[in-house]
């Protein structure tokens, strides 16, 4: 097995060198990066290769869209943290998600290729390669874009040029220093790119690159520094699937795996899962007479106006509405509201305008006093499962026009409206966020 070697200063997947903590970026730097590559996967399931403590991962958590989500680290220190950071919170179980999510942590070398990585939508590689000894980095490109062949990949790496803008670093003198003491290379941006090109022409993927942190135009830099790029240097790699590319990437493992040896060559950490809204298969009506009670919520008044009437044919986003928790629970996905707001039972109450992703109010919702949005707009819940009913009851599709009892047929028992929410049943509670832990003498590093 390839590992690193000597004592490493700083954990493995630790994201934050010098820059990050500079005082020259806003956002912070590393908050840039990290809305950077969230706004790159947008796909179902992510793996992060080099997830050091969980910085990037914790924020996957807060994405409910993703449900498989994996983490590799050689650093058992690291892994430990991020477990830790990564469990299921009270309002986890307060805020039900309406789809399930899974995270599995794994301590390795990236050098080795596991079976379970494969089939991962995206997987994410920030501010790790530059800590790779030769011989990992060398495999690097066979292991991710050959093995695990994701649809999608993002990998960041700090910008070498940008260096001028940090006085102590000295670059351009003999005496020039690293951004990180665990740093084995920092490459410029030609240099990054021939590198992140060469994998791409290998492997069947096509490679767009950018600029995260740059210096606020306020800074003036000197002539000298003006083309310096940004801090963060990152290349989204996209996956071509012709059979060229498929070929490309068949034949490029030919002779490199051993079908003797183990699939699985790194050692499961820990696997988490976190609670959700279990109940499927809600009708038109129940979703739609649900967007009755709650789309006042989704109207963004200027808070002098916070319990005006709402006229008819106000227009909303159509993500403020996907905002909505409850929503999310009786939907599951933006393509079923979508259909719901296209049939009849949305009727003379909502439209979808000319713009697909706005929906029009067609009635008044009538001035109130300050909404409480603790109750009303905060989805299902666990503690509305404390008297579920028996989960062998089913009873018709009903509505007394108002919207405010109605019931599904499930076999898990009857769903009321917000007005009325009892005998909500999720799964059994006992057994989220429980993990299996894998004791193993694995030697800390890449």
């Not at 947008?42 to 990037?56: I, T, W």
């Not at 963060?232 to 071509?240: D, I, L, M, S």
Request: hydrophobic letters at 40%; aromatic letters at 8%; charged letters at 25%.
């Amino acid at each position: 097995m390839l590992m690193r070697r000597g004592r490493r200063p700083r954990r493995a997947g630790a994201v934050h060198d010098a820059a990050d903590t500079a005082q020259t970026f806003d956002p912070p730097l590393w908050r840039q990066r990290r809305s950077f590559v969230l706004d790159a996967l947008r796909q179902h399931g992510v793996c992060d290769l080099g997830c050091g403590e969980g910085a990037l991962l914790q924020v996957l958590l807060n994405d409910t869209q993703f449900g498989r989500l994996a983490g590799v680290d050689p650093d058992r220190d690291a892994l430990a943290d991020c477990h830790a950071v990564c469990q299921p919170s009270p309002l986890d179980f307060s805020f039900l998600r309406e789809l399930p999510i899974t995270l599995d942590l794994f301590q390795g070398s990236l050098a080795r290729p596991d079976a379970r990585l494969v089939g991962f939508d995206a997987l994410t590689c920030v501010e790790v390669i530059e800590h790779l000894d030769p011989g990992v980095l060398g495999l690097f490109p066979t292991v991710v874009f050959g093995f695990y062949a994701p649809r999608v990949a993002v990998v960041t790496t700090p910008n070498a040029e940008f260096n001028v803008n940090f006085p102590n670093l000295g670059y351009g003198t003999p005496d020039a220093v690293l951004r990180d003491a665990d740093h084995r290379f920092e490459w410029t941006r030609a240099e990054f790119q021939e590198w992140a090109a060469m994998c791409a022409g290998e492997f069947g993927y096509s490679v767009e690159f950018h600029g995260i942190g740059r210096l606020p135009p306020s800074d003036n830099p000197a002539p000298d520094t003006s083309d310096t790029g940004a801090c963060t240097q990152a290349a989204v790699f996209t996956r071509h699937d012709d059979p060229a590319s498929i070929k490309m990437r068949s034949d490029a493992l030919v002779g490199w795996l051993d079908p003797n040896e183990d699939p699985y060559e790194l050692q499961l950490f820990s696997t988490t899962e976190f609670p959700y809204f279990e109940q499927d298969g809600f009708s038109d009506d129940v979703i739609v007479a649900e967007l009755r009670h709650c789309v006042e919520y989704a109207v963004r008044l200027a808070p002098d106006k916070a319990g005006s009437a709402i006229p008819a044919g106000t227009v909303v986003p159509l993500d403020h509405i996907w905002d909505l928790l409850q929503i999310r629970q009786l939907c599951k996905r933006l393509p079923r509201l979508v259909e719901a707001l296209e049939s009849p039972a949305a009727g003379e109450y909502f439209a979808l305008t000319k713009d697909p992703d706005e929906v029009e109010i067609l009635f008044e919702i009538a001035a109130k006093e300050m909404p409480d949005h603790t109750h009303d707009d905060v989805g299902y819940t666990s503690e509305e499962t404390e008297h579920a009913s028996d989960s062998d009851q089913q009873t018709d599709h009903s509505s007394d026009g108002g919207g405010s009892k109605l019931k599904v047929q499930s076999g898990h028992g009857a769903l009321p409206a917000p007005s009325a929410r009892e005998n909500v049943p999720v799964a059994p509670q006992d057994n989220w966020g429980t993990t299996f832990e894998v004791d193993t003498s694995l030697e800390n590093g890449w």
